[in-house]
Every structure is written in structure tokens, then in C-alpha cells.
Nanobody, 124 residues
Framework: QLQLVESGGGLVQPGGSLRLSCTAP????????IGWFRQAPGKEREGVSC????????DYADSVKGRFTLFRDNAKNTVYLQMNSLKPEDTGVYYC???WGCGYQIDPNDMNWWGKGTLVNVSS
């Protein structure tokens, strides 16, 4: 059973930055496609970014392109989501997911395992 643990969320002002982390104690994350997803109150979970296993190929939702960066640190067995120029509409619970692919347009249905999420609140 793959257990994912997210961290790094918090309250930040518009224009600020946060770095989210996703790790899996005892399991090599580089064997999996890893995605970041978010869910705002009253909305469905949506894909933010995803990276395939064994590659640096990364996909981003149009709403975060140029502001968010996903990267792996295999030595630390961690996948990060660097979020810059945050906007109030980026607010939500951010989830890390793992699976065998990223799907079309970063589809949550392609993830097989999920973390419990970390809350990001962008507000002044």
C-alpha cells in the first residue's frame, strides 16, 4: 500500500509563494507518475501538474503555467510543487496522487493512491 504524505500548505497573501512537498515513506516515488491536484470548496478535484515516471516530462494546467513548477528530488524521495505569484483562486486543498500515468489533461481518475491533502489559503 502506497502512502503519500503532503506538507507545506498554509496561509499566504496574493502574490506570495509556497512550496508543497509529497513523500512516501518506504516507497520509491520515482517508480510512479506523480500528480498534484486541488479541490476548492464546492468544486470538483482538478489536476494542477503531473510528471511521468522515469522522465522529466511535466504537464501543467493552463491556469498555473508560468507560476507553478513541479520537480522531483529522488535523493529525498520527494516531489515538490513550487507555487509562485499565488492568486486567491489558487485556494483549496492540494492533494498528491500517484499512478501509472498522468492521463489526458491531468486526470484525477488516473491516480491510484492519494494523500490526505494540505490546505492552501491565498488571502489578504
Amino acid at each position: 500500500q502506497l502512502q503519500l504524505v503532503e506538507s507545506g500548505g498554509g496561509l499566504v497573501q496574493p502574490g506570495g509563494s509556497l512550496r508543497l512537498s509529497c513523500t512516501a515513506p518506504g516507497t520509491a516515488l520515482d517508480l510512479y507518475a506523480i500528480g498534484w491536484f486541488r479541490q476548492a470548496p464546492g468544486k470538483e478535484r482538478e489536476g494542477v501538474s503531473c510528471v511521468l515516471s522515469g522522465t522529466e516530462s511535466t504537464d501543467y494546467a493552463d491556469s498555473v503555467k508560468g507560476r507553478f513548477t513541479l520537480f522531483r528530488d529522488n535523493a529525498k524521495n520527494t516531489v515538490y510543487l513550487q507555487m509562485n505569484s499565488l492568486k486567491p483562486e489558487d485556494t483549496g486543498v492540494y492533494y498528491c496522487g500517484a499512478g501509472w500515468g498522468c492521463g489526458y489533461q491531468i486526470d484525477p481518475n488516473d491516480m491510484n493512491w492519494w494523500g490526505k491533502g494540505t490546505l492552501v489559503n491565498v488571502s489578504s
